[in-house]
């Protein structure tokens, strides 16, 4: 697993543990709160509805002793049974509370004596006696329920107080679970991301190593070659200029020709193996100077034309007007000579292959354009790829051409593309800045 495959499942499994502890303490705090205002809300509606009928059964002991005092008066009676007929539902309305067994038998004897009084009260003569002795017995029985309710809500509460204690257990181990799952996790993150680290600066240090024998071995084998491939070279000149120029000796200089090219192939094939590796080491340096534009395409013409014209392939520069860029000199003629020579091997006998340039506001753009036959569209987004080759060419490259191509485009501060239609040639363009 990668480091930040590791570091995701961490820092997952983090926000699982986090979410989890969280979850438990909300719910543990939220149930100790809810049991809590239940409790109190209950003991609040019981003690109101019991005020309500207290405060009744106040305002009929008022109506009685005032019919004590004049107990002839008609309309005390009528207001002493107006006043019964309120009881009776605020005592249905106690009733109906949740209440224990002990504080349902309070509400039935309430229930009784309320019905007394209403019996009483519809005598023609109340016996006032009898009813101020009923409502003692309602006072004295709301006094018991409320007591007793009091009482309740102090049980109540208790539990609750114990039940909110268990569940601050239930926060504090979820909490401390949390934590040490937390520091667990930790410590295995990382050590898992110790060892990747070790073993990454292990393949790093491997890398190194392996890239600098490369280098060491790329420097061998440049050294070593050039030197005979400069001979060979320098040998097939000679030969090239002992060898007279008759059909005799026509099979001979074929030979000596063919001896040639090979040579310069495999001086070519050298030069891109150590630019690659100056591009991987970070050494490939570029010396810019102001260059004009068509000396550069001149340059690169004058070397490939012998091939171009061997060929019968119509090669020519167009440049109207002499712009100057900013420019390695030897490495722009070295991307157009790479262009050039990719459109020439790819140009059919007879076609015709353009060089040109033109400005562009602060760049100056240069095209490479034949009339070969084209690029397929998907091979297109590969072509500037190492080691790639176009399928059906010639392999007589190792395909790094386009590849230093286009390094050494994008080292100059500038771009290359290329736009292609099968069957109507191709035109690799790249820009270069103003000097």
């Keep these: 697993m990668t480091f930040r495959g590791v570091l995701s499942s961490g820092v997952a499994a983090l926000i699982f543990i986090t979410v989890i502890t969280g979850s438990v303490s909300v719910f543990a705090l939220q149930h100790a709160r809810t049991s809590h205002d239940e409790a109190t809300h209950d003991f609040e509606g019981d003690l109101m509805v019991i005020d309500q009928l207290r405060a009744q059964s106040e305002q009929t002991t008022t109506t009685v002793r005032m019919l004590a005092r004049n107990p002839a008066s008609v309309s005390l009676a009528e207001r002493l049974q107006s006043e019964i007929t309120r009881l009776e539902p605020l005592v249905q309305l106690v009733q109906r509370r949740s209440l224990d067994p002990t504080g349902a038998s309070y509400t039935g004897r309430i229930e009784r004596a309320v019905a007394d009084l209403a019996r009483l009260s519809l005598a023609t003569t109340p016996d006032v006696d009898e009813l ?7 006072e004295r029985d709301l006094s018991l329920l409320a007591e007793h309710e009091r009482a309740n809500f102090d049980e109540a509460l208790a539990t ?3 039940r909110a204690e268990r569940h601050e257990v239930w926060v504090v181990l979820a909490t401390g679970l949390g934590v040490l799952l937390s520091i667990g996790l930790a410590v295995l993150v990382i050590r898992k991301l110790s060892g990747l680290y070790r073993r990454e600066q292990a393949a790093s240090a491997a890398a190194r190593r392996e890239a600098a024998a490369r280098q060491e071995m790329l420097a061998v084998v440049s050294h070593d070659l050039r030197n005979p491939l400069n001979v060979i070279v320098m040998g097939s000149n000679v030969l090239s200029e002992m060898i007279e120029d008759t059909e005799a000796t026509a099979p001979v200089r074929r030979h000596v020709q063919s001896l040639a090219r090979a040579a310069d192939r495999m001086t070519n094939m050298i030069e891109e193996i150590l630019d690659s590796a100056r591009i991987d080491a970070g050494t490939l340096v570029l010396h810019k100077q102001a260059c004009h534009a068509r000396e550069l395409l001149d340059s690169a013409v004058e070397m490939l034309q012998p091939r171009a014209a061997s060929r019968s392939i119509q090669l020519r520069v167009e440049c109207e007007q002499d712009v100057i ?6 490495r722009v003629v ?4 790479n262009l050039i020579g990719n459109a020439l091997k790819f140009t059919h006998e007879d076609g015709e292959v353009v060089a040109r340039c033109e400005l562009d506001r602060a760049m100056v753009t240069f095209e490479v354009r034949d009339t070969g036959p084209g690029i397929a569209a998907e091979q297109i987004p590969r072509i500037f790829d190492r080691y790639w080759q176009a399928e ?10 386009l590849y230093i191509c286009k390094y050494l485009v994008e080292a100059h501060g500038g771009r290359i593309w290329v736009e292609s239609t099968p069957g109507d ?3 690799f ?7």
């Design 132 to 138: 101020q002795q009923v409502l003692e017995s309602v």
């Design 334 to 337: 070295q991307i157009l000579s």
């Design 392 to 401: 059906g060419g010639s392999r007589a490259g190792i395909g790094l051409g």
């Design 325 to 330: 860029v900013a420019a390695d000199s030897e």
């Design 160 to 162: 609750v107080r114990a």
């Design 429 to 435: 363009r790249f820009t270069l800045p103003r000097a």
């Design 425 to 427: 040639g191709s035109s």
